[in-house]
């Protein structure tokens, strides 16, 4: 193979200083330690050229990458001469092939839960009793009915209440007692996994009180979400609601409408659990995790929200990846498919801030896009970051969102890292481009990929995160494999935390480009040859 030499160029066509960049102060954000295929374009003036030799078939990926808190306009991004036009395709825009599959977002209270014990801590409930919760009548709606439920299974951590609309019949939404067993153990296996990681739920651990009923068992209430008797195109799987973490005099007191069951509880669809387990199973560590953020993360804020909402789903989503541990079982490919998320972040990964909770086609959270940025997010910090001990710094050192992340890779990483910990996210974000180039073929050493399998170890558990093959997934609504990178230059707005990507393909000999210095110094531009 050829030897790849490239030549940085800066034109001085007159010195002037935009202000400095990055997202901390005035401080240029330069990365050090590049692998030889991965080059950062900085600038002393407002030009640069990259001259790249001995090219052989190779790729050339442009990606810029929005290190702050704001959107960029076009405008601001800068310019690059020098990336060649090739026909992209079929455009990805056309009415989506997967359903949606909605988790809902836990609901924010402006105060703190007292953590005082509800009024009447009741006795241990048995088998086959029965039991009356509020739930939500329809998603979003925050309006609230009374249903009874019936105890089918009890475990180590959890006991399993299944309604009594959904309790033993013929139907597909019904659930039998072998199948309320199956969740109660896939929840004792992931008990362990998933409080080592995070940490515990209020009142868990072995020093908890058991929380707001004072039992450390977690109720797990299987039921018909929405009461649609249905599920498809847009079903919800699960959800957590910190409103039962709060009790009900609490809530009346601050006028609040809510309804709790004044216990740690989340809830799962019966039609899922009845007729998909392995998805709903991943259901059972998504909302869990939900759970133990707001206990984690309340301690330490002024109210339940505790950090914004992409931080929280990015945690949830990456805890399904705990279903495919070794002592579980699960296909990890299995898994991937079940929540599709490899097919929408290829077609949209440009299009979207990671920072912030939206959607590129319907601009609403409850579409499945969101989750799959989430969890590709937390997949390329897993994997490239130190796995289980990173997951778990970000999860219980009492910081929250960028900040959280910063404070983590400065603990674990302090010779690359500083105590400027927004910054250290910065840094981390700045190099998720190459986890769009590097997925398929050679991967050079010292490239950030998600294709790679990262185990490690924490409080004597391993945890394994497994290698993901982007190229290996078709786009969501063509059948073109990989990310949806442009094999032209086509600038567009960069989102807050957003990355965009262009590309030359199979240039061979010597290549020029040309960069015009964006007016906006969050951006930073890397040139990467695959």
């Known amino acids: 193979?050829?030897?790849?030499?490239?030549?940085?160029?800066?034109?001085?066509?007159?010195?002037?200083?935009?202000?400095?960049?990055?997202?901390?102060?005035?401080?240029?954000?330069?990365?050090?330690?590049?692998?030889?295929?991965?080059?950062?374009?900085?600038?002393?003036?407002?030009?640069?050229?990259?001259?790249?030799?001995?090219?052989?078939?190779?790729?050339?990926?442009?990606?810029?990458?929005?290190?702050?808190?704001?959107d960029v306009s076009t405008a601001n991004t800068g310019s690059i001469n020098g990336i060649q036009s090739y026909s992209t395709g079929a455009s990805a825009t056309a009415e989506s092939k997967r359903p949606?599959?909605?988790?809902?977002?836990?609901?924010?209270?402006?105060?703190?839960?007292?953590?005082?014990?509800?009024?009447?801590?009741?006795a241990a409930p048995t088998l086959g009793s029965t039991e009356y919760f509020w739930v939500l009548e329809s998603i979003g709606l925050e309006v609230y009915k009374s249903i009874p439920a019936v105890l089918r299974a009890i475990g180590n951590h959890c006991y399993v209440w299944v309604a009594t609309d959904n309790d033993g019949g013929s139907g597909d939404d019904q659930i039998s007692v072998a199948q309320a067993a199956s969740y109660q153990q896939m929840f004792d296996k992931l008990y362990a996994l998933e409080t080592n990681l995070f940490g515990y739920e209020m009142g868990g651990g072995s020093s908890g009180n058991g929380g707001?009923?004072?039992?450390?068992?977690?109720?797990?209430?299987?039921?018909?979400?929405?009461?649609?008797?249905?599920?498809?195109?847009?079903?919800?799987?699960?959800?957590?609601?910190?409103?039962?973490?709060?009790?009900?005099?609490q809530l009346d007191n601050e006028g609040e409408p809510y309804k709790s069951n004044e216990r740690e509880i989340f809830y799962i669809d019966a039609f899922?659990?009845?007729?998909?387990?392995?998805?709903?199973?991943?259901?059972?560590?998504?909302?869990?995790?939900?759970?133990?953020?707001?206990?984690?993360?309340?301690?330490?804020?002024?109210?339940?929200?505790?950090?914004e909402l992409w931080f929280n789903e990015m945690f949830s989503a990456i805890a399904e990846d705990l279903c495919a541990h070794p002592s579980i079982g699960l296909s990890y490919d299995d898994l991937i498919e079940y929540g599709g998320y490899p097919y929408y972040f290829n077609s949209y990964f440009g299009r979207v801030s990671y920072s912030t909770w939206d959607s590129p086609i319907y601009g609403n959270w409850e579409e499945d896009w969101p989750y799959a940025k989430a969890y590709m997010l937390g997949a390329y910090l897993a994997r490239n970051y130190g796995g289980a001990r990173l997951l778990h710094e970000i999860s219980t050192n009492g910081y929250d969102n960028e900040d959280a992340l910063g404070a983590a890779l400065y603990k674990l990483y302090p010779a690359q890292f500083t105590?400027?910990?927004?910054?250290?996210?910065?840094?981390?974000?700045?190099?998720?481009?190459?986890?769009l180039v590097y997925g398929n073929g050679s991967i050079p050493q010292g490239v950030h990929t998600l294709n790679k399998t990262t185990v490690s170890s924490l409080n004597g558990n391993t945890y394994y995160f497994p290698a993901l093959n982007l190229w290996?997934?078709?786009?969501?609504?063509?059948?073109t494999k990989g990310p949806a990178i442009p094999n032209n230059w086509n600038n567009s707005d960069i989102k807050a935390f957003g990355i965009v990507a262009n590309r030359s393909r199979n240039v061979s000999g010597s290549h020029t480009l040309t960069f015009t210095r964006p007016k906006d110094p969050n951006i930073l531009t890397f040139v990467i040859i695959k």
């Open 1 to 70: 193979m050829k030897k790849l030499t490239v030549v940085l160029c800066i034109l001085l066509l007159f010195a002037c200083n935009n202000g400095g960049g990055g997202s901390s102060g005035n401080k240029p954000i330069v990365i050090s330690n590049l692998p030889p295929s991965v080059k950062q374009v900085t600038f002393r003036g407002n030009h640069a050229t990259m001259q790249l030799d001995n090219l052989a078939n190779n790729d050339i990926v442009v990606a810029r990458v929005n290190v702050s808190d704001f």
């Open 100 to 122: 949606v599959r909605k988790h809902h977002s836990p609901i924010s209270l402006p105060f703190k839960p007292s953590q005082e014990r509800r009024a009447t801590i009741k």
């Open 212 to 249: 707001l009923d004072g039992d450390k068992r977690i109720s797990i209430l299987i039921l018909d979400i929405d009461f649609d008797h249905d599920y498809g195109i847009d079903s919800t799987l699960g959800y957590f609601s910190p409103v039962d973490e709060y009790t009900q005099a």
């Open 272 to 307: 899922y659990a009845s007729t998909e387990s392995e998805l709903t199973y991943t259901t059972l560590a998504h909302e869990f995790q939900h759970m133990i953020h707001f206990a984690q993360h309340a301690k330490h804020s002024d109210d339940s929200k505790c950090s």
């Open 419 to 435: 105590t400027d910990y927004r910054r250290n996210a910065s840094i981390a974000f700045a190099r998720f481009g190459e986890a």
């Open 472 to 479: 290996d997934y078709e786009q969501e609504v063509i059948s």
